[in-house]
């Protein structure tokens, strides 16, 4: 069974702040994703990685930077938190196109945020 | 450009009654599309795939590329089908590498 794991489920900062948020995949997955879901929004696409040290711009980057050291780990990172960043981030990952991708992507439980 | 519409943000029906969950995509290439599922406090989960041609917990649905749709759809709808749906679209055949394009989501709620 797929597991997806983020490490926050809920995070209070500050304006200003620092954050970062941790996602973990144990399917030897290539490909890993961060979204974040707002009401009235959807899901939209924040950054993607293809393999380790690769990273790809999504949608909505501003304001974001993202890591990818090892291919188990997708970090988000929010180098100054602003108040509009407040939202749910969700991390996904999926094996490369071939065989073994169906297009399904598999998320975790989802990271709360509230910026302050 | 790439588009995944969903017309409608809340949709609610009475226990026993045919649900209908629009979706409308724009897409150049061939498309995949896809239906996901957050039931309250779960994760984001697949649902179903056109590719599949299957069904899920009662729900189908069809790709209809002249309508450029793909409508969710059960004939009797249960309660605990109350989530938010959302609709996604895999550019793949565009050179997408396995990303989606999310619509804006369906809020279902069946009443008792």
């Known amino acids: 069974d797929v597991k997806v794991t983020q490490s926050s489920r809920y995070l209070v900062k500050r304006t200003g702040e620092k954050v970062f948020l941790e996602c973990v995949q144990d399917m030897d997955h290539e490909n890993m994703f961060w979204y974040r879901q707002d009401p009235g929004l959807g899901l939209r696409l924040i950054y993607f990685?293809?393999?380790?040290?690769?990273?790809e711009k999504g949608d909505i980057p501003e304001g974001y930077s993202v890591s990818r050291e090892k291919k188990e780990r997708f970090s988000l990172i929010l180098e100054s938190a602003s108040t509009n960043q407040t939202s749910m981030y969700l991390c996904?990952?999926?094996?490369?196109?071939?065989?073994?991708?169906?297009?399904?992507?598999?998320f975790g439980e989802g990271s709360r945020l509230t910026v302050l | 450009a790439q588009r995944v519409t969903q017309p409608e943000k809340l949709l609610s029906v009475f226990k026993g009654a045919p649900v209908e969950l629009k979706c409308n995509y724009s897409y150049s290439g061939s498309p995949e599309l896809f239906w996901y599922v957050q039931y309250s406090r779960q994760r984001l989960q697949l649902l179903l795939r056109h590719i599949s041609r299957e069904s899920i917990k009662g729900f189908t649905a069809d790709l209809n590329k002249g309508e450029t749709s793909f409508h969710l759809k059960k004939p009797f709808a249960q309660e605990e089908d109350s989530a938010m749906y959302y609709c996604a679209l895999s550019g793949r055949g565009g050179g997408s590498q396995g990303n989606l394009i999310f619509g804006k989501g369906t809020k279902l709620s069946v009443k008792p």
């Open positions: 996904a990952s999926s094996p490369p196109p071939g065989q073994r991708n169906t297009g399904e992507l598999f």
């Open positions: 990685s293809y393999d380790v040290k690769m990273k």
